[in-house]
């Protein structure tokens, strides 16, 4: 049967799946045995075992829960609260004041946990009510803060870089290295903007009655020491060369451990519920990808990873025509799916495609991340809305309307990696390559 013709019946099948409510990984793992049994010659039951195994059975991948388990403990602690405090001071004199916090805060508490969910929520809890009582303006806070949450998955360690890392195998050192300038860039493109907004429009933003002089400027740097600490420690360990990502993890769970016990947060209660928090979400991830790799081994059988590979090389598409594309999907699948099913379900099919282009599969990670983010302020499913809905009260889209420009700024700095790829690839070639 033609190549197209399976790619069709296979898509139809999933989609009727995950339609009718069917689990992403059973999904995936259903349509990996219709492949088996209709489309190919080899033995299902042997096939599913190993693939699956083979998926899951990886050192890099150990690195998933303990980073996971890093943000869970963070995410109790009184972290929030000490940023809010830390940085306020610093940035009071600039056009938008307080705000400015929501964007470096998400950039920290992403260095630490490595999830959008994560960050958005804890920041949130200590910046909604303190800015709605100094009388900001609820959409740019909401909008600033839907958008700089989706840091935690660009900034090292990353989730949903891991799980990347693994499906492409590529180097998830290489790949924590790419993701900071492009982080560095999207936050100084939100400042920006809100310099700019507050800027036409000072009634948005309130200055204080008085201004924090050097003194208490310092002293509030205090309040950063012990996120700052753990952030420096966990990224030189393995970019020193010291740890791999999974022993920096492992670390990076006993420095969460070690600051909620310093900061009080550490109860048993807290201990525990943070553990089945991480185990949860951790045997999520890993369910999606060991039915991704037997979907995988599937449509490796059938030739059809090979022939889209052959079809782009045939049609000499420009790297910039086959990136369009596929921004154009990402972009309508983010309006269904989440990060981590967006990745799996397509990498089997469209790394192939990437590398028959000759383009760098670490930039690529960065990209697919970047339409990661996207797809978190993307309704209907994005995540960041549900947080910010159930922590304000506003639906969701109210949250997505003032997301909108922070939306397009992320879209924006989509194009700036694709005309300028250096953003991506300077870094790992300077600390790994």
Same mark, same amino acid.
């Given at each position: 049967?033609?190549?197209?013709?399976?790619?069709?019946?296979?898509?139809?099948?999933?989609?009727?799946?995950?339609?009718?409510?069917?689990?992403?990984?059973?999904?995936?793992?259903?349509?990996?045995?219709?492949?088996?049994?209709?489309?190919?010659?080899?033995?299902?039951?042997?096939?599913?075992?190993?693939?699956?195994?083979?998926?899951?059975?990886?050192? &890099?991948?150990?690195?998933?829960?303990?980073?996971?388990?890093?943000?869970?403990?963070?995410?109790?602690?009184?972290?929030?609260?000490?940023?809010?405090?830390?940085?306020?001071?610093?940035?009071?004199?600039?056009?938008?004041?307080?705000?400015?916090?929501?964007?470096?805060?998400?950039?920290?508490?992403?260095?630490?946990?490595?999830?959008?969910?994560?960050?958005?929520?804890?920041?949130?809890?200590?910046?909604?009510?303190?800015?709605?009582?100094?009388?900001?303006? &609820?959409?740019?806070?909401? @909008?600033?803060?839907?958008?700089?949450?989706?840091?935690?998955?660009?900034?090292?360690?990353?989730?949903?870089?891991?799980?990347?890392?693994?499906?492409?195998?590529?180097?998830?050192?290489?790949?924590?290295?790419?993701?900071?300038?492009?982080?560095?860039?999207?936050?100084?493109?939100?400042?920006?903007?809100?310099?700019?907004?507050?800027?036409?429009?000072?009634?948005?933003?309130?200055?204080?009655?008085?201004?924090?002089?050097?003194?208490?400027?310092?002293?509030?740097?205090?309040?950063?020491?012990?996120?700052?600490? +753990?952030?420096?420690?966990?990224?030189?360990?393995?970019?020193?060369?010291?740890?791999?990502?999974?022993?920096?993890?492992?670390? @990076?769970?006993?420095?969460?451990?070690?600051?909620?016990?310093?900061?009080?947060?550490?109860?048993?209660?807290?201990?525990?519920?943070?553990?089945?928090?991480?185990?949860?979400?951790?045997?999520?991830?890993?369910?999606?990808?060991?039915?991704?790799?037997?979907?995988?081994?599937?449509?490796?059988?059938?030739?059809?990873?090979? @022939?889209?590979?052959?079809?782009?090389?045939?049609?000499?598409?420009?790297?910039?025509?086959?990136?369009?594309?596929?921004?154009?999907?990402?972009?309508? +699948?983010?309006?269904?799916?989440?990060?981590?099913?967006?990745?799996? +379900?397509?990498?089997?099919?469209?790394?192939?495609?990437?590398?028959?282009?000759?383009?760098?599969?670490?930039?690529?990670?960065?990209?697919?991340?970047?339409?990661?983010?996207?797809?978190?302020?993307?309704?209907?499913?994005?995540?960041?809305?549900?947080?910010?809905?159930?922590?304000?009260?506003?639906?969701?889209?109210?949250?997505?309307?003032?997301?909108?420009?922070?939306?397009?700024?992320?879209?924006?700095?989509?194009?700036?990696?694709?005309?300028?790829?250096?953003?991506?690839?300077?870094?790992?070639?300077?600390?790994?390559?």
């Amino acid at each position: 049967m033609d190549i197209i013709l399976i790619s069709i019946v296979l898509l139809i099948v999933l989609t009727t799946l995950l339609v009718t409510g069917v689990w992403i990984g059973v999904s995936l793992a259903i349509v990996g045995a219709v492949t088996f049994v209709f489309f190919s010659s080899a033995d299902t039951f042997s096939a599913l075992p190993i693939s699956m195994w083979g998926a899951l059975d990886s050192w &890099e991948l150990a690195a998933l829960p303990l980073f996971i388990w890093m943000g869970e403990i963070l995410f109790r602690t009184k972290l929030s609260d000490q940023m809010f405090e830390g940085l306020s001071p610093w940035v009071e004199r600039l056009p938008g004041g307080l705000l400015h916090v929501n964007v470096i805060a998400c950039g920290l508490f992403g260095s630490v946990c490595g999830s959008t969910a994560a960050t958005t929520a804890t920041v949130a809890k200590a910046a909604i009510p303190e800015l709605k009582r100094r009388g900001y303006d &609820e959409k740019l806070c909401l @909008g600033s803060l839907c958008g700089s949450g989706t840091l935690g998955i660009l900034i090292p360690p990353s989730v949903t870089m891991i799980i990347y890392a693994v499906a492409a195998q590529v180097p998830i050192i290489e790949l924590f290295a790419a993701g900071l300038m492009p982080a560095l860039l999207i936050m100084i493109l939100f400042m920006a903007y809100i310099i700019l907004k507050c800027l036409s429009n000072p009634e948005l933003a309130p200055k204080p009655v008085t201004y924090s002089n050097w003194a208490m400027k310092f002293r509030a740097l205090y309040q950063l020491i012990p996120v700052t600490v +753990l952030i420096v420690f966990v990224i030189w360990v393995i970019f020193a060369g010291y740890a791999t990502a999974t022993e920096a993890a492992a670390f @990076g769970a006993i420095g969460s451990l070690v600051l909620a016990f310093i900061g009080g947060n550490l109860s048993w209660h807290n201990f525990r519920v943070s553990l089945l928090g991480a185990t949860k979400v951790s045997v999520m991830i890993m369910f999606i990808l060991a039915g991704a790799a037997f979907l995988s081994k599937a449509m490796a059988y059938t030739g059809i990873p090979r @022939g889209l590979a052959e079809w782009v090389s045939v049609q000499q598409l420009a790297p910039w025509a086959l990136i369009s594309t596929l921004t154009i999907i990402y972009l309508v +699948l983010g309006t269904a799916l989440d990060g981590t099913s967006m990745i799996v +379900l397509t990498s089997s099919v469209v790394i192939p495609m990437i590398q028959a282009a000759g383009i760098d599969l670490v930039w690529f990670g960065i990209f697919i991340i970047l339409m990661v983010e996207l797809s978190e302020i993307t309704p209907p499913v994005g995540f960041n809305l549900f947080i910010l809905q159930a922590m304000t009260g506003r639906d969701s889209t109210y949250v997505a309307w003032a997301s909108i420009p922070f939306f397009l700024l992320l879209t924006i700095s989509v194009v700036a990696i694709t005309v300028f790829p250096e953003i991506v690839l300077w870094l790992p070639k300077v600390l790994v390559r």
